[in-house]
């Protein structure tokens, strides 16, 4: 039968991603279904993109225990994914007593979870590790690291889809019921698919599959979150991230953190929100970010760096019942065969990830055996990046294919080659922002001005679509809608 499967993942974001490349080890027929247009176009591309260590994972147990396995193992995956990451470290400061009473507690907690490495340092030594950080009072925490959240999600995903997941876009779950026989039919916008089993990674709608599955009908809790984006130039002067003294309620204020590809991330700020999802940056988180930034990073924030500002949202859940936060519920039920309902999942998500979807596993085989693929290969290739390379290697890849010798991106340097490359993807993105999240073109300090309609023109010749339907990132996102003199 048509779109029938063993296991359908609700959810193509970077958990849903890490589910599917886990499943896809053993001999089942799985599809993603995703409501956007790519997999990191929701939470998995709007983080810091942080490799949590767990000490800041608060006293659950589930998310401090997966946060812990994700970031001992990471890397390892981040070579067989071939993704950018940098074991850092990080650096958590506080000015004055009361802070510094903060992070004595916060270091004992860390002591308890067992986090390795972590040292309580003052105020010579946040200078020895990071000359331009400020602080009286610190915790080192060296097994910290960043990674590219969207390329790490795309890792997965293509993975995934080299061992036969297979993805499906534009597929928002709109219904799922029970068919005599115990299959589930998955009704979308577009089409109805039909699976053996259901695993439920929606992000921040988790909280409408749960109830679709007959899961707990929670209540969905929102923060929204707003970035700034540094300039490389500023870059230069921030080898670690640099986190406050967490609140009373446990979170932490606004950070600075360095990214793999060179920028610095300022945020984010934390607002409780609704359920919409508005992505729009403010000006009055902009002043914020400006002034609690320059706290930690007292000589680098400033206007003359910003080259971006974005927003992301964060999917929190509230039990039904006591109205109180849960968070990292990994659920399988009796009454409910055949579905695993994964909600809850915020920071850490990124880091955790993988561990998740093991978890996720463990739930299948408890109400069937799987069988192991044995054509099953964790490696992933990624386009390999021009600007990275040594000159004698940049000349032997332009002698094996001159379109590297041609750039498209002036400010990241990306070459036609990996453009051309990105447009081809195993997954079938042909938006212009999925050619920016595959090679960094547009991402530069002019924002695309120069190559923007250079990517377009590539999606127009090689994909053969016509100029007019080509979409920046999501339905209605059109790039052109007609002529100018």
Not at 11 to 33: N, P, W
Not at 65 to 93: S, Y
Not at 259 to 285: F, M, R, W
Request: hydrophobic share 35%.
């Amino acid at each position: 039968m048509e779109n029938l499967y063993d296991v359908v993942v609700v959810g193509g974001g970077v958990v849903g991603s890490a589910v599917a490349r886990e499943l896809s080890r053993y001999q089942l027929k799985i599809c993603v279904l995703e409501k956007e247009l790519d997999v990191c176009n929701g939470v998995s591309g709007r983080n810091t993109g942080l490799l949590h260590s767990g000490i800041l994972s608060g006293d659950q147990p589930v998310r401090t225990e997966c946060c812990i396995e994700g970031n001992a193992e990471f890397d390892q995956v981040a070579k067989e994914l071939d993704v950018p990451f940098k074991r850092c470290g990080k650096l958590i400061v506080g000015f004055g007593e009361e802070e510094k009473q903060c992070l004595q507690q916060l270091y004992q907690h860390g002591l308890e979870c067992g986090i390795p490495g972590i040292r309580m340092i003052d105020a010579d030594e946040i200078k020895a590790i990071e000359p331009n950080a400020d602080g009286d009072t610190g915790i080192y925490v060296p097994t910290a690291g960043i990674l590219c959240p969207y390329t790490y999600t795309i890792a997965l995903a293509e993975n995934a889809a080299q061992n036969g997941v297979e993805y499906h876009f534009d597929q928002k779950v709109t219904a799922i019921s029970r068919t005599p026989g115990g299959e589930y039919e998955i009704q979308t916008e577009n089409g109805m698919w039909r699976s053996r089993w259901v695993v439920n990674c929606a992000g921040l709608f988790a909280y409408q599959i749960s109830v679709m599955l007959g899961f707990e009908a929670y209540v969905p809790k929102r923060v929204k979150g707003e970035y700034e984006i540094l300039d490389k130039k500023a870059g230069k002067f921030l080898s670690v991230p640099i986190y406050p003294a967490p609140g009373k309620a446990g979170d932490c204020d606004i950070h600075i953190t360095p990214t793999v590809d060179g920028n610095i991330l300022v945020g984010p700020t934390l607002e409780d929100v609704d359920e919409t999802i508005d992505y729009s940056a403010t000006q009055e988180k902009i002043d914020q970010l400006m002034e609690q930034g320059a706290r930690l990073f007292p000589r680098h924030v400033k206007r003359e760096y910003f080259i971006r500002n974005y927003a992301g949202i964060f999917p929190y859940v509230a039990d039904p019942g006591i109205q109180e936060r849960v968070d990292f519920q990994i659920q399988a039920r009796e009454d409910i065969p055949h579905a695993v309902n994964v909600v809850g999942i915020s920071t850490p998500g990124l880091t955790s990830a993988l561990p998740i979807a093991r978890r996720v596993v463990e739930k299948v085989k408890e109400q069937e055996e799987l069988r192991p693929n044995e054509a099953f290969n964790p490696v992933r290739k990624g386009i390999v990046r021009f600007a990275e390379q040594t000159d004698e290697e940049k000349m032997r890849l332009i002698e094996e294919d001159p379109d590297y010798g041609e750039i498209y991106c002036r400010c990241e340097c990306v070459t036609k080659a990996e453009i051309k490359q990105a447009v081809h993807n195993i997954l079938g993105v042909s938006t212009v922002s999925g050619i920016k999240y595959r090679t960094r073109a547009t991402m530069g300090r002019c924002q695309g001005g120069y190559c923007e309609t250079r990517l377009t023109a590539m999606i127009e010749k090689e994909l053969q679509q016509d100029v007019k339907d080509i979409l920046l990132n999501q339905k209605g996102a059109y790039m052109f809608v007609g002529k100018v003199k």
